[in-house]
């Protein structure tokens, strides 16, 4: 083969093979923990494309939608019964270790704007800022009205003890019998002033 011909479909050949390699990663949602920007700590918003971090931990159902606006929701449905107590065994999303440190020892807010979800909605929400083994909220229960409506608590992290533990973020409907579910658009977590 000569050299005019061979050269440019070995180009040819090796920029399909990087165009096949890097493909997969065009439309891959967000994953792993959320983590900060390295400057402000003050504000974390997770929405968006972010809800795709909540990872279900337990055997219920998980879907982000987009409504008709074009907004992304977050769809929680559970079935009574179906998950442990633990944080983990729910839906939750971890954060990082830089917004584990920034958070440690601070008093803060969680806030999570939801609303039942239109077939067999939930009428309560369970939330709980889990920081490890040093301790965490305990669940927080909030009504929820037929309209968006945000709930918020205020919570002191503990102080970080030894190796940096594991914070998560855990969020479900309270389901006293059969399925409920719920629609989460947005969680805020502040770092409030000492």
């Known amino acids: 083969m000569r050299d005019f011909v061979f050269f440019p479909l070995a180009a040819l050949l090796a920029g399909g093979m ?10 891959a949602k967000p994953s792993g923990p959320v983590t900060g920007d390295g400057v402000n700590y003050d504000r974390i918003e997770v929405s968006g494309d972010m809800l795709y971090k909540v990872i279900a931990g337990g055997d219920l159902r998980t879907e ?3 409504t008709p606006e074009g907004e992304k929701q977050l769809f929680l449905e559970v079935e009574a ?3 442990a107590d633990g944080v983990e065994y729910g839906p939750h999303f971890r954060l990082a270790a830089d917004i584990e440190t920034q958070f440690s020892g601070r008093r803060i807010r969680v806030t999570v704007s939801a609303q039942p979800a ?6 309560q929400l369970l939330i709980n800022y889990s920081a490890g083994r040093v301790g965490e909220s305990g669940w927080e229960t909030f009504d929820l009205g037929q309209q968006n409506l945000d709930v918020a608590f205020e919570y002191t992290v503990p102080q970080i003890q030894g190796d940096q533990a594991s914070d998560y973020l855990g969020i479900r409907p ?3 019998d059969g399925v ?3 629609l989460i658009s947005k969680i805020v977590l502040e770092r409030l002033p000492d």
């Open 18 to 27: 990087i165009w096949l390699s890097i493909m997969p990663a065009f439309g």
């Open 174 to 176: 309270v389901v006293p």
């Open 64 to 66: 982000v939608q987009t």
């Open 180 to 182: 409920r579910g719920v």
């Open 118 to 123: 239109e077939a067999k909605g939930a009428e």
């Open 81 to 83: 019964g179906a998950l």
